[in-house]
């Protein structure tokens, strides 16, 4: 087991962000099946206390339902447990300081595939994509379903997706094709890896 920052992760102040969260947010969900990995929670989330509960939650949930995982059918978390000031994107250091619940999360969910939503999860499971992730994520959908390897995080296959916000989702590739029409490719491919 890794070295965890606090017993309780409901206490944890390893970072800046524990001053101005209402509650840290937790995993949850399955064990054994698809995990989706978030950057952090959002207002709603804070307020609530679940992961994935606000306006980009809910656009995952709708995809995942049309590939026949309703919410009860996949776990989720995020790279850091609390939310950043603002909604901005978390800090390197902040993302450092949550590294072991990631790392722990994932031990005790034992996910079979993982779904990275947004850049910044795909970041953080996938250093070297940080440069031209939608090109990336358009070759790996490209290919046929088992036609080479998925990329993996300890030992994970991980589907990168666009972040579900209204923001991201409705913007459009370089080619002209909508963000929206490639994160639907990567939530039916991380599903297909459960079968």
């Known amino acids: 087991m890794t070295d965890l920052p606090a017993r309780d992760p409901t206490t944890c102040v390893a970072c800046a962000l524990c001053r101005g969260r209402s509650r840290v947010v937790l995993p949850d969900g ?3 099946g ?4 978030g950057e952090a929670p959002g207002r709603q989330e804070d307020e609530q206390g679940v992961g994935f509960a606000g306006p980009a939650g809910r656009t995952l949930d709708r995809v995942l339902a049309e590939h026949g995982l309703g919410r009860r059918d996949y776990a989720r978390t995020n790279v850091v447990r609390c939310r950043p000031p603002d909604n901005r994107r978390p800090r390197r250091a902040e ?3 949550c590294q072991p619940w990631l790392t722990a999360t994932l031990e005790a969910f034992a996910p079979r595939v993982l779904l990275a939503v947004g850049q910044t999860a795909t970041a953080q499971l996938l250093p070297y994509w940080t440069n031209r992730h939608l090109e990336r994520l358009d070759a790996l959908l490209e290919r046929p379903s088992g036609d080479g390897e998925l990329p993996v995080y300890q ?6 997706m666009p972040h579900t ?9 370089p080619d002209g094709r909508p963000i929206s029409e490639l994160g639907h490719r990567a939530v039916a491919r991380a599903v297909a890896m459960l079968d």
């Open 165 to 173: 916000s209204g923001l991201a989702w409705n913007r459009r590739t």
């Open 155 to 160: 030992g994970i296959p991980v589907v990168p």
């Open 95 to 97: 993302i450092a300081a």
């Open 34 to 37: 698809l995990m989706a990995v």
């Open 30 to 32: 399955p064990v054994g």
